[in-house]
Each structure stands twice: as structure tokens, then as C-alpha cells.
């Protein structure tokens, strides 16, 4: 799958998000990457910043949090292109709620892990 065609997969699993949900992400930016990280090649997301849960009164000044999806990884695990729009909906909603403070074990609960 082109890198094109993958991240309109992105921003068809963005645009699934609630209107409501979506104007809370604050200071956080989403980019698509072929490749995850080189100690953990078979990352599919990964959310790094300051969740909003653990945000106070000092919080002020810092870059924004960045959403990573992967497309390589993705792609590698994916039999279909059904599959593929499955994982990256996934994987956005999941790396969309450590924005919001949810953990791993909360997001697994949901169905999202």
C-alpha cells in the first residue's frame, strides 16, 4: 500500500472520531512514519507528550505531544486491505486515549489494545 493511500486511512480513522473528542486533543500533532522505532520495529502507534491527565497550572511552553502511526508495521501484519483499515482505526483511537490519560489496561478492556 503507498504511503498516500495509507494515510487517507489515517484521516478516514481521525475523521471517525467524535466531533466532541477530537476538539479536546490539545497540543498534539499526528504524523504517519514508514517505520517504528529501531528497538521496537513492530510498534504500530506510539504516543509520546504530557496526557491531559497529568497536565496542571506549570504546563505551558513544551512542544506538542505527537501521535506516531506506522505504516510498515501496519502493512506487515495486515492479510487484506480490510485488515489494514481495522489496525489503523485501532491504532489511532488507542494512541488518541494515552493522549487523554488512558492506560494500556483500560484501552485492552475496550477492545482497543
Known amino acids: 500500500m503507498s504511503a498516500d493511500a495509507f494515510?487517507?486511512?489515517?484521516?478516514?480513522?481521525?475523521?471517525?472520531?467524535?466531533?466532541?473528542?477530537?476538539?479536546?486533543?490539545?497540543?498534539?500533532i499526528i504524523v504517519i512514519e514508514d517505520?517504528?522505532?529501531a528497538?521496537?520495529?513492530?510498534?504500530?502507534g506510539l504516543y509520546e507528550g504530557i496526557p491531559l491527565t497529568?497536565?496542571?497550572?506549570?504546563?505551558?511552553?513544551?512542544l506538542p505531544d505527537q501521535i506516531?502511526?506506522?505504516?510498515?508495521?501496519t502493512l506487515a501484519i495486515c492479510d487484506t486491505f480490510?485488515?489494514?483499515v481495522d489496525e489503523v482505526?485501532?491504532?489511532v483511537v488507542?494512541?488518541?486515549?494515552?493522549?487523554f490519560g488512558i492506560d494500556d489496561d483500560r484501552l485492552h478492556d475496550l477492545g482497543y489494545a
Do not use: K, M, W
Open 54 to 62: 497529568e497536565r496542571d497550572s506549570h504546563y505551558g511552553g513544551v
Open 68 to 73: 506516531r502511526i506506522f505504516r510498515n508495521p
Open 94 to 99: 488507542h494512541e488518541i486515549a494515552h493522549h
Open 82 to 84: 480490510e485488515d489494514v
Open 89 to 91: 482505526h485501532i491504532t
Open 7 to 28: 494515510e487517507e486511512l489515517v484521516n478516514d480513522a481521525l475523521d471517525s472520531v467524535p466531533d466532541e473528542i477530537f476538539a479536546l486533543l490539545d497540543n498534539c
Open 39 to 44: 528497538d521496537d520495529p513492530q510498534l504500530l
Open 35 to 37: 517505520d517504528a522505532p
